[in-house]
């Protein structure tokens, strides 16, 4: 998972490891916060979600946490690794 996939060196990453990873035989999910994928070349083929998430903990109010189609996500897929890139 990673927050998006806009340029930059983890976002590339990310694409890089998964695609190799399929290259293998394994099965990948690439789970994004934010519909944002500067990588169409890259991501071609790859199995992407776009899954809306927040987490914001707060010194002066109350933390604001919504996960809950992450956690859906996460447990329907069922995996045995799971990898958070930034």
């Known amino acids: 998972m990673i927050a998006s996939l806009r340029r930059g060196g983890a976002e590339r990453l990310v694409l890089d490891i998964s695609s ?3 290259k293998l035989g394994h099965e990948v999910t690439i789970i994004i916060f934010r519909p944002e994928n500067e990588y169409p070349e890259l991501s071609e083929g790859l199995n992407i979600e776009v899954i809306p998430s927040l987490v914001n903990y707060s010194l002066t109010g109350p933390d604001i946490v919504n996960t ?4 859906n996500l996460v447990r329907s897929i069922n995996p ?7």
């Open 20 to 22: 190799q990873l399929v």
């Open 68 to 71: 809950k189609e992450f956690d």
């Open 80 to 86: 045995s690794i799971i990898h958070s890139h930034l």
